[in-house]
Nanobody, 124 residues
């Protein structure tokens, strides 16, 4: 049974930082591209960032480029999202995603597995 468990969300002031983690189990982690999506209240779930199987390639939504960094540790079966210079518009539930084929880049339908999400709230 595949499980993706996010952690690290919380309340932070604008300009602050948070690091999200996603621990994966039940799959061969190194054979999955990983990503983060987010869903703000009343809005659709959208792509945030993705990373290739070995971590050699990363992809970002324009809205987070230069502020967020995705990374992974295949020895720990964990993917991270370092979020800096946070803005109130970054407030959302952040979801971890796994995809064997790297089709999740900008594409919600490309995801094989989802986590349950972690809430990030950025106050102004």
């Amino acid at each position: 049974q595949v499980q993706l468990v996010e952690s690290g969300g919380g309340l932070v002031q604008a300009g602050g930082s948070l690091r999200l983690s996603c621990a994966a189990s039940g799959l061969t982690f190194s054979t999955y591209a990983m990503g983060w999506f987010r869903q703000a209240p009343g809005k659709e779930r959208v792509f945030v960032a993705a990373i290739s199987w070995a971590g050699g390639s990363t992809y970002y939504a324009d809205s987070v480029k230069g502020r967020f960094t995705i990374s992974r540790d295949n020895a720990k079966n964990t993917v991270y999202l370092q979020m800096n210079s946070l803005k109130p518009e970054d407030t959302a539930v952040y979801y971890c995603a796994a995809d064997r084929r790297l089709t999740l880049v900008g594409n919600i339908s490309g995801v094989d597995y989802w986590g349950k999400g972690t809430l990030v709230t950025v106050s102004s």
